[in-house]
């Protein structure tokens, strides 16, 4: 059998860049001293992470960066999902910029993070519409043996801005356990390049340069992390899974494959409805889920372990729902 090398290479040259850029990066954050602050109503145990450097998601877009840049002639395909990850990415940026260097704790407001998402999702759609052969308009639904709904323009597109904006604030309440969003999002990413070879969409050095640059963060990233992506990496990483989604014409199974991002937002929904609705009383011991999970004696590990294991067959039950 014979492997292509433009699956392969990307995932290697990617790792590697990652692997050999964290120990550069990572004392030079801890010389700025952008650490992360630990909220202090947080998790008890979290305490002891202060000060470990964040806005590591920059490791994590410099490999992607550069290996989808070595292959952007030859896969032109790759470029709406480029720049939607470093688009996000930025904004991601300049909130972890704001509270770690500028010492303003809340970063960006809600409405400048929400404007600049749409924003960035708005050029995100026009590139769509005008320079790929993509259709928003069609929804491949799961288990139905490639049966499509057909959407009006209006609806899909607005579909489109929840889908993505949605996509992307879940990853960032994912991240929130040493190598959680990383290990995650890492198996997402293999679950879109096997459907990208299968489809043969053009895609395959972006989400193979995703893989290889997220496990060589995750090296530095498992318990216990020595670097945080901080908001850089998380909303970098949010944009990749919703612009890959909607270039492979999948982004239902968004839903799916990214049901953690769904669960870890709705936790985090329901505890403040929750909260505002009873005076003060709440669901959860801590939201998001997965503090949730700490609080009831779940280790930091365990926890990032079976949020990985059900990724993974959420993974292959959507090859499965193809």
Request: hydrophobic residues 55%.
């Amino acid at each position: 059998m014979k492997i292509n090398a433009d699956v392969v290479m990307p995932v290697v040259l990617s790792f590697f860049i990652s692997v050999i850029v964290s120990p550069i990066v990572i004392p030079f954050l801890k010389k700025l001293k952008i650490g992360q602050t630990v909220r202090e109503e947080g998790v008890e145990a979290h305490k002891a992470k202060n000060g470990t450097p964040t806005m590591g998601g920059t490791i994590i877009m410099v490999g992607i960066i550069a290996v989808t840049l070595l292959y952007m002639k030859k896969y032109p395909d790759c470029i709406p999902i480029l720049f939607a990850t470093v688009g996000f990415g930025i904004i991601g940026f300049l909130d972890d910029y704001i509270k770690v260097v500028m010492k303003r704790s809340k970063g960006l407001s809600v409405m400048q993070k929400l404007s600049a998402q749409i924003i960035v999702t708005t050029i995100f759609v026009y590139y769509l519409l005008q320079n790929t052969q993509v259709d928003i308009q069609k929804l491949k639904l799961p288990f139905l043996q490639g049966k499509e709904v057909l959407l009006p323009i209006g609806m899909a597109v607005v579909l489109l801005y929840f889908a993505v904006i949605g996509t992307v604030n879940g990853v960032n309440f994912t991240d929130g356990l040493d190598g959680l969003a990383a290990s995650v999002t890492v198996l997402v990413a293999v679950f879109f390049t096997v459907v990208a070879v299968g489809k043969k969409s053009g895609i395959e050095p972006v989400t193979c340069a995703a893989v290889g640059s997220l496990l060589g963060f995750l090296l530095f990233n498992v318990y216990p992390a020595k670097v945080f992506m901080g908001d850089t990496g998380s909303l970098a990483l949010g944009g990749f899974v919703a612009a890959t989604a909607y270039m492979l014409e999948i982004p239902v199974f968004i839903l799916l494959v990214g049901l953690v991002y769904f669960v870890e937002v709705l936790s985090v929904m329901l505890q403040v409805v929750y909260f505002k609705l009873t005076g003060g009383k709440r669901i959860f011991k801590m939201a998001p889920i997965h503090h949730h999970f700490e609080l009831c004696g779940w280790s930091e590990t365990r926890v990032v372990t079976v949020f990985s294991v059900v990724t993974a067959i959420l993974c292959l039950v959507a090859l499965l729902a193809l």
